[in-house]
């Protein structure tokens, strides 16, 4: 629904705008005399909204306000909840046919309007009440309420307070710290290096890092150390409201000794700070960077001049390191957790003054505690520094372990750990702080899969959408983002860098999970120290496991509610589906024990978006199943389904179909015109005209077609046509995302896709070929404007598919797997790989040579080649890898064979003196294969 957007801080108003502004517009006669209280509850609200809007930018309001605004979002739910199944009736009743059900269905409708109006007029009363409570207590005073509150605030409404917590980072004694020797040594070795030209360019290192990891602390330590091998130095943090004119005047303090500076303007500091620094060897420190525009505004001041200066940065956030390190040479140093032996270090030190004095009662429970602060040293200090303060029994322990989150303990170390994650949290946008506190509903250390998170985020209303992007496409930026921000952990992640699941570090876990009670957002039962009392109605209900494996349904649970419902636990402890009608979303992903008939009641979901039953013992999908008109995401992946009912492609909505490639599909898919995404399905499980249902699917984005030559006994020709065809006619539509996976061998049947005459102009990512190759690589591949990921795998390589391959414009990853290579060996010119950044290259028996220019962006190289074929008449080898100047990352593995054991290790040492040269010092692996003559 377009426009539409349900919020942790607004509730359900902007998508209620939607619908109710939608109904304004429709022509139905069962509207005949509501519209006027449709308009008043439309204006009211909008009214309504606009206030928590403001409310949501603040992070703190008082007690009544806080009522008013509860209030208001789940009265909001409530009138959504009235308006779907207003909504839905209207729909049942249209496009009947035959005279006596027209007249029944007449009768019924104006019973439903009858019954709609009266409902509509207690919640036009429960509007005006509440605009009356706000004019009566001027609740909405918001200027004097942030006047008043403890927590004052800048000219931009943001948080600020006259001491930063974190100041304590800068005066820590070295002799205090722990785990920190090893990285400091290592940003000190790169900073200091004297080896090439290249040291006496300025160089940047940012340091990225989640909140509470020890960046400052890190930065700090180096500081000190190397600030007197430099004509000048500053350490200045930036934060997130501090004047960038503040910051320019304190650097120009703290190199030059000149006072007075906060007086001039930003262009006056900069040019003051140029001249000053133009011939002098440098070290500044710019710790904690919240915005891309302040570091471009410092980085104007900061002269390049050939005095071998450096610059240190530091940020939570992935995309501002690398925008302060895009200069040759630069790099960004990621911050890593403690690892559990320093923890207990740090740990047992801050309570016991020693690493050994912990009593062996206490050992288990000190476990427990660090594996939920999870090698992040701010919280290992925030709650051993509350332990200390409280007797050193088991009991206190445990109790403590239980009630690590920011809302029950009255600690000034907890406080200075919530306002250091608060930070991170309240400079997010109202949509990303609804996507993350949305996290609380998965248990802790639990892999959360993109796909999966994302099709959720879709079916509650949380992603906005936007012209010329797919919601999912959105959603994938906002799970980009918040790893950007370093508040997902990345987990599953390729080569490449693609990240395919996240883990939320239980420390912004913990944090997550008090702001969602305070919201009222997720209920969680089973777990004993995750459980929630909620404030409200019950909107999003999570079953997680405890110690005891048993789960006491709440007393207070109004099953109608319910807009979503997971379950980590055995099917026997979930309550029956009957009685949930206000479902968007039903996971029960994994869920044990689940069979056929706990999804009898299936069809009664009228409103779900989102259906996942994958990994579980459903064998059979109920054909009331077609009763879900709404329904846009269904995985059925991993279950004992084979074959999907017909009464699926009445599914008009259904945008995702996620099913095992053996599962066999309905007849007439080809009418499922939303359709956006299909997993999987093999062609020889059907007539050949199958395909040419699924090119009717103009929609299709995303789609896995599984090409298996086992068992077959057919001829595929026919078939290779069709699919060709379907492909042309979905390559001129919407289709992003292709694979082809190729099982089995024909020998009279040489597998090309040269009958796809049309390359697809949205294609981004194609992936050819699993287990067989193709016979040579199309000559449509030049075509595709806008590829981004390919992966083939082709019988034979050569010169010319190199430069087909190099012409691609956008390629940013490039896996070519190839079975034969020519004889000579084969170049990387440096025309073509102009946006490469990931090159994954096997082929036995062939040389590949980089030449100067080449694949200038690349980052990460993983290679197997053939040394024999790169050898020079004079018996060295040269690969060029020494010209891949943005390198990273090298893995090599060469193939030896032709060469003895001299030449192999000459062909070895010509790979480490070339990497050796790389300004990065990327990592380099090298395995052989070595046969000598």
Same mark, same amino acid.
């Given at each position: ?52 809007? #403001? ?151 940012? *340091? ?33 409201? !501090? ?52 570091? #471009? ?12 200066? #450096? ?50 009662? !206490? ?92 099709? #959720? ?200 179909? !996620? ?132 992966? *083939? ?54 040389? !590949? ?13 993983? *290679? ?70």
């Amino acid at each position: 629904m377009e426009g539409a957007m349900v919020s942790a801080l607004t509730g359900a108003l902007n998508s209620l705008l939607f619908k109710l502004n939608d109904l304004l517009g429709s022509e139905h006669k069962s509207l005949k005399g509501l519209r006027g209280e449709i308009r008043f509850l439309e204006s009211e609200l909008r009214s309504m909204n606009s206030m928590l809007e #403001r409310l949501a930018d603040m992070e703190e309001i008082d007690a009544q306000t806080k009522e008013w605004r509860d209030r208001v979002r789940e009265m909001a739910y409530d009138i959504e909840d009235c308006i779907d199944l207003f909504v839905h009736h209207l729909g049942s009743l249209t496009g009947k046919a035959g005279v006596i059900k027209k007249m029944a269905w007449r009768i019924k409708g104006l019973q439903l309007s009858h019954r709609i109006s009266g409902r509509i007029q207690e919640l036009k009363a429960r509007v005006m009440d509440e605009s009356d409570r706000y004019r009566r207590y001027d609740t909405m005073n918001i200027s004097s309420m942030s006047s008043e509150a403890h927590l004052h605030r800048d000219a931009s409404g943001s948080r600020t307070r006259s001491v930063d917590p974190r100041l304590s980072a800068l005066y820590t004694e070295a002799e205090r710290l722990v785990g920190i020797d090893g990285p400091k040594d290592k940003i000190i070795k790169w900073l200091m290096d004297t080896q090439g030209g290249i040291s006496q360019r300025l160089r940047t290192m940012a *340091i990225v890092g989640c909140g509470g990891l020890g960046k400052t602390t890190l930065a700090n330590q180096v500081y000190l150390e190397v600030k007197n091998q430099f004509d000048c130095s500053a350490f200045v943090t930036v934060s997130q409201n !501090l004047d960038v004119k503040h910051v320019l005047a304190k650097i120009l303090s703290d190199v030059s000794g000149a006072i007075g500076g906060a007086l001039a303007d930003e262009h006056h500091l900069i040019n003051k700070l140029r001249e000053y620094l133009q011939d002098k060897r440098y070290f500044l420190v710019i710790d904690d960077i919240w915005d891309a525009q302040t570091w #471009r505004i410092i980085e104007c001041a900061l002269v390049k001049n050939s005095q071998g200066s #450096r610059i240190v940065t530091t940020t939570r956030i992935n995309e501002i390191a690398k925008s302060c390190c895009c200069s040759y040479g630069d790099q960004v140093y990621e911050m890593k957790a403690l690892c559990a032996t320093d923890s207990k270090r740090l740990f047992f030190r801050r309570i016991f003054n020693s690493d050994e004095r912990c009593p062996p009662q !206490l050992r288990e429970a000190a476990n427990n505690i660090l594996r939920k602060c999870g090698g992040l040293p701010l919280a290992i200090i925030s709650i051993s520094s509350l332990l200390a303060t409280k007797p050193k029994s088991l009991d206190q322990w445990d109790k403590v372990k239980s009630r690590i989150n920011y809302t029950q303990e009255n600690s000034p170390d907890i406080e200075t750990m919530a306002w250091v994650l608060s930070l991170s949290y309240f400079d997010l946008p109202h949509h990303l702080k609804t996507c993350l506190m949305y996290l609380s509903i998965f248990p802790e250390d639990y892999v959360i899969k993109k796909e999966r998170l994302i099709g #959720r985020w879709i079916a509650e209303g949380f992603i906005h959408a936007k012209q010329g992007e797919s919601l999912y496409e959105i959603g994938e930026n906002y799970f980009n983002e918040l790893i950007n921000r370093s508040l997902l952990q990345p987990v599953d992640i390729e080569d490449d860098g693609q990240v395919h699941a996240c883990r939320v570090h239980g420390t912004i876990l913990d944090f997550v999970v008090s702001r969602s009670n305070e919201e009222n957002f997720v209920t969680m039962v089973g777990a004993s120290d995750l459980t929630s009392t909620p404030t409200g109605k019950i909107r999003r209900l999570s079953f997680h496991k405890n110690s005891e494996g048993s789960v006491t349904m709440p007393t207070y649970l109004l099953r109608s509610h319910v807009r979503s419902l997971t379950t980590f636990l055995h099917a026997g402890q979930v309550p029956p589906l009957l009685g949930f009608y206000g479902l968007r979303v039903l996971d029960l992903e994994n869920c044990s024990g689940l069979k056929n008939h706990d999804l009898k009641s299936i069809g009664r979901l009228i409103q779900l978006r989102y259906l996942n039953i994958k990994g579980t013992d459903i064998s059979d999908l109920p054909c009331q199943i077609r009763e879900l008109q709404y329904l846009e995401t269904l995985d059925i992946r991993s279950t004992h389904v084979k074959e999907l009912p017909s009464a699926i492609v009445q599914l008009q909505r259904l945008a995702h179909l !996620l099913v095992d490639c053996h599962v066999k599909l309905p007849d007439g898919i080809g009418n499922m015109q939303a359709l956006e995404e299909l997993t999987g399905f093999s062609v020889f499980m059907y007539p050949s005209t199958f395909l040419q249902e699924i090119g009717k699917i103009s929609s299709l984005r995303v789609l896995r077609v599984v090409w298996n030559y086992v068992d077959f006994q057919g001829n595929a020709e026919t078939y290779r046509e069709n699919l060709a065809i379907s492909l042309t006619k979905l390559g001129t539509c919407y289709l992003e995302s292709l694979s082809l996976d190729i099982h089995g061998h024909d020998e009279e049947d040489d597998f090309s896709l040269h009958l796809w005459t049309l390359a697809p102009c949205r294609l981004r990512k194609l992936y050819i070929g699993r287990w067989h190759p193709i016979s040579r690589i199309p000559n449509w591949a030049e075509s595709l404007a806008n590829l981004q990921y390919l992966h *083939i795998y082709v019988k034979r390589i050569n010169q010319e598919d190199l430069r087909m391959l190099g012409s691609i414009p956008s390629l940013l990853t490039l896996y070519l797997f190839s079975d034969e290579a020519p004889k000579e060996k084969l170049t990387i010119s440096s025309q073509g790989f102009q946006s490469l950044t990931f090159f994954k290259i096997h082929c036995y028996h062939m040389g !590949l040579v980089f030449e100067a220019g080449s694949m200038a962006k690349l980052e990460y190289l993983h *290679i197997l080649i053939s040394a024999f074929q790169v050898k020079s008449w004079d018996g060295s080898f040269d690969f060029g890898i020494q010209h891949l100047y943005c390198l990273t990352k090298v893995y090599a593995y060469i193939n030896c064979y032709g060469l003895t054991a001299e030449e192999a290790e000459a062909a070895v040492n010509a790979i480490m003196i070339s990497v050796d040269t790389i300004p990065n010092c990327p990592k380099l692996q090298i395995d052989r294969r070595y046969a000598p003559l």
